[in-house]
């Protein structure tokens, strides 16, 4: 999903042009044969340019983690471990095994999904909506992206509307009170840092339990719940981020 392209003369980094739609296929074959979907991180990077780029940093990982999890994902496999001789990088040393920056980004990260985990898994999958935000620039590829996407949701009914800067992925989810849960992920590449600033107007809502990378966020009394006003969550997302 993280490569580079050569722009305009020159290499820069860039979300590989089918992403969304192998999310998109995928999961929803998942859904319809009743399936368990389980997904692939990238954990490497390839020494030729115009390829598999670099992680450079946490938000690489967590990123990866997002987008997936906003489209139903069970599970994660790391792809790849053992650095190989034809990579330049991996979660281990090719001589010594010794264990690089990809590894530790990866604790981290999966410590985050643990400590919310039982949130995530009480509820189903049903769909996902895809958003193009109001800024360009690098990193931003969601036109391109939509094209050829089949079972992306076109509206949901517990949310008016949602304003985004950057491109957006938001996962719907169900529970079996018939509760609703929305995962929001931007979708932009995270080695330009944008931060994301949404607000989301919900139908018939006034409170929220709001994890943002795996911790609770609130703002009441009790510390117990997030608190809407009038219905509308407003929000900061910095690259890579996901609630």
């Not at 995928?26 to 115009?50: C, H, M, N, V, Y």
């Not at 790391?78 to 990088?89: A, N």
């Not at 010594?96 to 604790?107: K, M």
């Not at 895809?130 to 939509?146: A, P």
Request: charged share 25%.
């Amino acid at each position: 999903p993280l490569v580079e392209k050569n722009l305009e003369g020159k290499f820069l980094p860039r979300l590989a042009d089918n992403l969304l739609k192998y999310c998109d296929g995928f999961s929803g074959l998942a859904k319809e044969e009743d399936a368990t979907f389980i997904t692939f991180i990238q954990t490497w990077s390839a020494p030729q340019r115009g390829t598999c780029r670099e992680l450079v940093s946490v938000n690489d990982f967590r990123f990866q983690c997002a987008y997936n999890l906003a489209y139903g994902s069970q599970g994660f496999i790391c792809f790849t471990y053992y650095q190989f001789p034809q990579f330049s990088s991996a979660m281990t040393g090719f001589d010594g095994g010794e264990l690089t920056d990809y590894w530790y980004w990866g604790q981290e990260v999966f410590q985050e999904l643990k400590e919310w985990e039982h949130v995530y898994f009480a509820f189903d999958y049903e769909g996902t909506l895809v958003l193009e935000g109001t800024r360009e620039g690098y990193g931003v590829q969601t036109d391109k992206q939509m094209e050829g996407l089949k079972n992306t949701l076109k509206e949901h009914e517990r949310i008016e509307k949602i304003d985004t800067e950057y491109d957006l992925v938001v996962g719907t989810f169900k529970d079996k009170d018939k509760n609703d849960g929305f995962l929001f992920a931007s979708f932009t590449d995270p080695y330009y840092m944008k931060n994301n600033e949404i607000s989301v107007t919900f139908e018939d809502a006034t409170r929220a339990l709001i994890y943002h990378n795996g911790k609770l966020v609130t703002n009441d009394d009790a510390h117990s719940c997030y608190i809407l006003n009038d219905g509308v969550l407003k929000y900061t997302l910095e690259a890579g981020d996901y609630m």
